[in-house]
Nanobody, 124 residues
């Protein structure tokens, strides 16, 4: 069992930047760690994910070029740097991880471990 804890959410203005953090209790068995978000009344959406062993990242179309994933040297912490935030980025952001190897990127249902969520609100 891997425990994920997010931090760093908050209220910002449009155009601002914000960084979310996700700390994992153990990353040894993980293939991918990433972020999803869910806005009120909408389905959960893929934000980005990182192939943990290589650091290669993939992003959803709505955030590509504005959001950046990174991890630290301990490989227990992942960061989502969000630039040029828009009101439509307002959502609860969830850190997620999967120990499942997949051909291609894992689907949302492949992610076994989820954090509790962190609210990001972008005012116009």
């Amino acid at each position: 069992q891997v425990h994920l804890v997010e931090s760093g959410g908050g209220l910002v203005q449009a155009g601002d930047s914000l960084t979310l953090s996700c700390t994992a209790s153990d990353t040894f068995s993980l293939y991918y760690m990433g972020w999803f978000r869910q806005a009120p009344g909408k389905e959960r959406e893929f934000v980005g994910t990182m192939r943990w062993s290589t650091g290669v990242t993939y992003y959803g179309d709505s955030v590509k070029g504005r959001f950046t994933l990174s991890k630290d040297i301990t490989e227990k912490n992942m960061y989502l740097r969000m630039n040029s935030l828009k009101p439509e980025d307002t959502a609860v952001y969830y850190c997620a991880a999967t120990p499942i190897w997949t051909i291609g990127l894992p689907k949302m249902t492949d992610y076994s471990y989820w954090g509790q969520g962190s609210q990001v609100t972008v005012s116009s």
